[in-house]
């Protein structure tokens, strides 16, 4: 049987996190002592990196020490926390993803003009938690289709805004939009999911549907990787993996599966095998677990 490995080409790094990356180890690199609010991104390798280099994580402004430089991550946070950093007299680095921000503007003008804000997402995500931080509490997240179904049944806030968690399962965002009332009064859609999310579950989707399994590369606490593990999994075996090490401990797991294959088709067939990664993973594990794909591969009889 021959193989055949193919990489999503939107794996891995989006903007906003290489940047945000990036602006602590510039940070690092001159010399500043540096404290982030939460860990920079939802990647081990990556954190624990960091924190070799000096970066320490903080849980709220109140914790750093003077002079020290706080900087915010890619999710971004709630209005008052950089405010209260600054008034300690504590430096702040702003690495709020654009597009994050780009929420954050308008769930504030909506809130201003009046309107309920929905709010398509994990209310327990920090992303999800820092939009909510704009909104003058005028606001309800919703997870799910059945959550808004709920809300529907009920009483609709006249005038309602409506914007989903960047890396929000686009399928899901479609399938909620279409059961919003046609007929309301004030009712105002932006569809705030990052392009760049869209793209990589859509990549993910036309991978996952021509391969025979699927490895996605990154953290198990990365909303987006979770999301690109789901839509994978929907067209066939998918496994996620934090790093190049995990994926070795499953080794015997994988060839099981590849041998289940391998046993209803002939000898000339291509068995295809999809990676993809997390916009928090960095480009060297994904290297890394393209290499160790390679190896077991060729360990099968």
Known sequence: MKFEIQTAK????????GRAVDLVYQALSEGRRVATLGPIVHNDT?????????????SSPSELAPG???????????????RKAIAQGNPVIDATCPFVARIHRIVEQQA??????????????????????HCRENCTV????????????GNLPEK????????????????????LPSDHPDLQ?????????????????QLSRMSDIMIVAGGRHSSNTVKLFDVSSRNCPTWLVENAEELRSIT????????????????????KIGITAGASTPASIIKEVQTICLEFLTTIP
Request: hydrophobic letters at 40%; glycine letters at 8%.
């Open 10 to 17: 939107s794996a891995g790094f989006c903007f906003g996190v």
């Open 46 to 58: 990556v954190v624990n990196d960091l924190e070799k280099k000096g970066a320490r994580i903080v």
């Open 68 to 82: 020290e430089t706080l900087i915010i991550r890619a999710h971004g946070v709630p209005k008052d926390i950089s």
């Open 112 to 133: 201003e003009s009046g309107r309920h804000i929905f709010i398509a997402g994990d209310p327990k995500h920090p992303e999800v938690q820092g939009i909510v931080g």
């Open 142 to 153: 919703f997870q799910n289709v059945s959550e808004l179904r709920c809300l529907i049944s």
């Open 160 to 179: 309602l805004a409506i914007v989903s968690q960047t890396t929000y399962n686009n399928i899901l965002w479609r399938e909620s939009i279409n059961l």
């Open 189 to 205: 859609v932006f569809d705030t999911i990052c392009n760049a999310t869209a793209t990589r579950q859509s990549d993910a989707d």
């Open 252 to 271: 015997n797991e994988i060839h099981a599966a590849i041998d289940r294959i391998a046993g209803t088709q002939n000898e000339d067939y291509t068995l």
